[in-house]
């Protein structure tokens, strides 16, 4: 089922995220209906904020970025068909030199800006059958996997970005938090009157 994703401006986008256990209700329905929430998107990667649902929960594919024709064949290899279900996550260390990418968010439909993180990280999570992995990432993936993860702490790629690109970007945030904004995929508008 494809789920409404919450806009810029709802306050579910800034809770720091709760754990979950076994036990969470339907968390195997959930799961596949946040897949087929991002896949309907274009997404690679969604958060459980971005339905609504303050917990620590994140769904990555990064499949899509696999046909980006500057990689290597290796590089493309390893993108392609990571799918991956991170439950209770925490980043353990990022190391490297911070690189620009220019990243977009599904709550926040048609704003593209560089943001600087580290290239490499280790993160422990509990995967989809509640296995608890110690992992490094580095590359895209990491970075779809750092973008993911901010999500559940509360924080949205646009709090990264310089004072003035903030000012830059904030009438377009407002709009997008009102639902003035043409998208194609199901949202949920905090600042809308309510109608439908
Ligand atoms: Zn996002």
Redo the contacts with the bound molecule.
Sequence with gaps: MILPIVAYGDPVLKKVGEDIDQNYPDLNVLIDNMFETMYNAYGV?L?AP?IGLPIRLFVIDATPFSEDEDLTAEEQDVLKGFKRVFINATIIKEEGEEWAFNEG???IPDVREDVYRKPKVTIEYLDENFQEKTEVFDGLIARVIQ??YD?IEGV??TDKLSVLKKRLIKGRLANISKGKINVDYRMRFPAQKKKR
């Design positions: 990667g958060a971005q968010c599904l709550s973008h993911e999500h949205l790629f």
